[in-house]
């Protein structure tokens, strides 16, 4: 597996994890009224997206044996 390859899907993978963050942001701000709930779910909604975007970058960028 080249390094490009590897590159290209790790941006790949960040702007699908941005895309994804943008408009789940945007249906939260229109249907979660109570400022709480709002900061809750998004808080879990990041944390969610951060922890898959790292796990596919290591999975691409892990040393195979």
Same mark, same amino acid.
């Given at each position: 597996? *080249? !390094?490009?390859?590897? $590159?290209? !899907? ?7 994890? %941005?895309? #994804?963050? &943008?408009? &789940?942001?945007?249906?939260?701000? =229109?249907? &979660?009224?109570?400022?709480? /709930?709002?900061?809750? $779910? *998004?808080?879990?909604? @990041?944390? *969610? /997206?951060? #922890? ?5 970058? =290591?999975? %691409?960028?892990?040393?195979? @044996?």
């Amino acid at each position: 597996e *080249s !390094a490009w390859m590897r $590159v290209f !899907a790790t941006l790949f993978f960040g702007s699908t994890t %941005l895309h #994804a963050w &943008l408009g &789940l942001r945007s249906v939260f701000m =229109d249907y &979660l009224h109570p400022l709480w /709930l709002r900061v809750t $779910v *998004s808080f879990l909604t @990041a944390a *969610s /997206l951060v #922890a898959l975007f790292i796990w596919s970058v =290591d999975v %691409l960028w892990r040393v195979s @044996a």
